[in-house]
């Protein structure tokens, strides 16, 4: 897994100079809205605006691929049931969401898997396998420029708490929140970098570093390792809590899947 | 290995016309190890030949020091209607090609 690692003198000046313990008890989103993108270079930018260039487009080009190919007993495609992708248009924009069968919390890729395994019988994606960015990234693509539309509801609150809860709780061995580098001290740098407000609104992402595409959950287990605190499992509760307050965090920030990042 | 071609659909005899391809794949340089310390393979792709009408007008020769999924982008000179054909193939014997046709007025 190639995170990147913060030196630990570096991070530890800056913390010196940054604000007070942020513990806020309320949820707040930071002002103004910025994407990710507003901190990365105009190289990077070019890159992710270039409809060709863009590396990620070669799993979107994947994806639809695979949407159109038959699978399990039945051979039945993505395409048999849904017809075209355009139909997913605005889909992405209410996840993650409360499933109703299972009363769970899922996210884009927990509902492909769910087609896959209850409606095309066939095993379900490694979560982060090729085929599983592919699919998610084709799918959010089509409400590329939509708003997340989230509301925070009697179902979906309790995830919602834990979410900004987790965003809130220092961790690791440096012993920092989310919301210690991403909302108390965006727009500064860190190393090579510069610290973005933290939005999910690129992902799947094709990441220079990475030199492939990886998930918003491959970010944050990035950011965490970042910090020297433990990694949670691609999927895990945990991460689809605090994928829930991203979301709500965003407010109207449009979807930009699929981004490109440094 | 999914690929993208960009060749424009028409063009004007004698002009020189942009042709894009992207590849998914990963360039493993062979110097690097997985989670056990094993080495992983080289496997690059190592040839790209592009075909105007049959006629070879293009070809890249990579090695390692080429990231993964390369994009190449070079100028041909539209000559006749027809068909552009990109054949790719890397260290592991794995191969790929694609298609594309033009109109030339």
Same mark, same amino acid.
């Given at each position: 897994?190639?995170?990147?690692r913060?030196?630990?003198?570096?991070?530890?000046?800056?913390?010196?100079?940054?604000p007070?313990?942020?513990?806020?008890? %309320?949820?707040?989103?930071?002002?103004p809205?910025?994407?990710g993108?507003?901190?990365?270079?105009?190289?990077?930018?070019?890159?992710?605006?270039?409809?060709?260039?863009? *590396?990620?487009?070669?799993?979107? %080009?994947?994806?639809?691929?695979?949407?159109?190919?038959?699978?399990?007993p039945?051979?039945?495609?993505?395409?048999?049931?849904?017809?075209?992708?355009? #139909?997913?248009?605005g889909?992405? %924009?209410?996840?993650?969401?409360i499933?109703?069968?299972?009363?769970r919390?899922?996210?884009?890729?927990?509902?492909?898997?769910?087609?896959?395994?209850?409606?095309?019988? #066939?095993a379900?994606?490694?979560?982060?396998?090729?085929?599983?960015?592919a699919?998610t990234?084709?799918?959010?693509?089509?409400?590329?420029?939509?708003?997340?539309?989230?509301?925070?509801?009697?179902?979906?609150?309790?995830?919602?708490?834990?979410?900004?809860?987790?965003?809130?709780?220092?961790?690791?061995?440096?012993?920092?929140?989310?919301a210690?580098?991403?909302?108390?001290?965006?727009?500064?740098?860190?190393?090579?970098? #510069?610290?973005?407000?933290?939005?999910?609104?690129?992902? *799947?992402?094709?990441?220079?570093?990475?030199?492939?595409?990886?998930?918003?959950?491959?970010?944050?287990?990035?950011?965490?390792?970042?910090?020297r605190?433990?990694?949670?499992?691609?999927?895990?509760?945990?991460?689809?809590d605090?994928?829930?307050?991203?979301?709500?965090r965003?407010?109207?920030? *449009?979807?930009? %899947?699929p981004?490109?990042?440094? | $290995?999914?690929?993208?071609?960009?060749?424009?659909?028409?063009?004007?005899?004698?002009?020189?016309?942009?042709?894009?391809?992207?590849?998914?794949?990963? $360039?493993?340089?062979?110097?690097?190890?997985d989670?056990?310390?094993?080495?992983?393979?080289?496997?690059?792709?190592?040839?790209?030949?592009?075909?105007?009408?049959?006629?070879?007008v293009?070809?890249?020769? $990579?090695?390692?020091?080429?990231?993964?999924?390369?994009?190449?982008?070079?100028?041909?000179?539209?000559?006749n209607?027809?068909?552009?054909?990109?054949?790719?193939?890397?260290?592991?014997?794995?191969?790929?090609?694609?298609?594309?046709?033009?109109i030339?007025?």
């Amino acid at each position: 897994m190639s995170g990147y690692r913060l030196p630990l003198i570096l991070i530890a000046g800056w913390l010196a100079a940054a604000p007070g313990v942020s513990v806020a008890q %309320t949820a707040v989103r930071p002002q103004p809205l910025k994407s990710g993108i507003e901190f990365t270079g105009p190289e990077v930018r070019a890159l992710q605006e270039d409809e060709f260039a863009n *590396p990620a487009m070669l799993w979107i %080009t994947r994806g639809a691929a695979l949407w159109q190919q038959p699978v399990g007993p039945a051979q039945q495609s993505c395409a048999s049931c849904h017809g075209d992708v355009a #139909t997913m248009k605005g889909v992405a %924009t209410h996840y993650p969401q409360i499933d109703k069968g299972s009363a769970r919390l899922i996210n884009l890729e927990g509902r492909i898997q769910q087609c896959r395994e209850v409606r095309q019988q #066939t095993a379900p994606l490694r979560y982060e396998s090729e085929d599983l960015l592919a699919l998610t990234a084709l799918v959010r693509m089509q409400s590329r420029g939509m708003p997340l539309a989230i509301e925070i509801d009697p179902q979906n609150r309790r995830h919602f708490e834990r979410g900004r809860e987790l965003y809130y709780r220092r961790v690791g061995q440096m012993n920092l929140s989310c919301a210690n580098c991403h909302q108390d001290n965006w727009g500064k740098r860190l190393g090579p970098e #510069t610290i973005s407000q933290g939005q999910g609104n690129p992902y *799947p992402i094709y990441r220079l570093e990475w030199q492939t595409m990886g998930s918003l959950h491959r970010r944050l287990r990035a950011c965490l390792s970042g910090v020297r605190a433990e990694m949670l499992p691609y999927g895990a509760p945990e991460y689809l809590d605090l994928e829930l307050y991203l979301a709500w965090r965003s407010g109207d920030l *449009p979807i930009e %899947t699929p981004g490109v990042r440094r | $290995m999914a690929a993208r071609i960009s060749v424009p659909q028409n063009a004007r005899r004698g002009d020189n016309i942009e042709i894009r391809v992207a590849i998914q794949h990963p $360039m493993e340089t062979g110097y690097r190890t997985d989670d056990n310390g094993t080495a992983i393979p080289k496997n690059v792709i190592n040839k790209l030949v592009c075909r105007y009408n049959g006629v070879e007008v293009f070809r890249a020769e $990579m090695g390692s020091g080429i990231a993964a999924n390369p994009y190449l982008s070079f100028f041909i000179v539209a000559a006749n209607s027809g068909e552009l054909r990109f054949d790719w193939g890397d260290d592991s014997g794995a191969t790929g090609s694609e298609r594309a046709s033009i109109i030339v007025a």
